[in-house]
């Protein structure tokens, strides 16, 4: 069964950076993409940064040259850096894995606050 665990997060005041990992264990299908959301309150879980298959790498504009997604194939991890926080970037972050059959696997979540 795959899992997602995920560790990091916290509170850090705007500027400062942070490090949310994500550790897959078990035995996924061919994966499609893997990547990070966010979700303040009730909203929508919203998708932050995103990895394909094939390597390419998408990010939202609002975090475009402060966040970097990676990829540990060796580890099995998964790593967003956040620098240069935001208020708005305080959100639940949580690790997503989608494989080819359309599967999803999410990890329990992390509260990540920014806050002076």
């Known amino acids: 069964q795959v899992r997602l665990d995920q560790s990091g997060g916290g509170v850090k005041p705007p500027g400062e950076s942070l490090t949310v990992s994500c550790t897959i264990s078990?035995?996924?299908?061919?994966?499609?993409?893997m990547g990070w959301y966010r979700q303040v309150r009730k909203n929508t879980r919203d998708m932050v940064a995103l990895?394909?298959?094939?390597?390419?790498?998408h990010y939202i504009d609002s975090v475009k040259g402060r966040f970097t997604i990676s990829r540990d194939t060796k580890t099995n991890t998964m790593s967003l850096r956040m620098d240069n926080l935001e208020f708005a970037d305080s959100a639940v972050y949580y690790c997503n894995l989608e494989d080819n059959s359309g599967n999803n696997y999410w990890g329990q979540g992390t509260l990540v606050t920014v806050w002076d």
């Open positions: 990895i394909t298959s094939n390597g390419e790498i």
């Open positions: 078990g035995s996924p299908l061919s994966v499609s993409t």
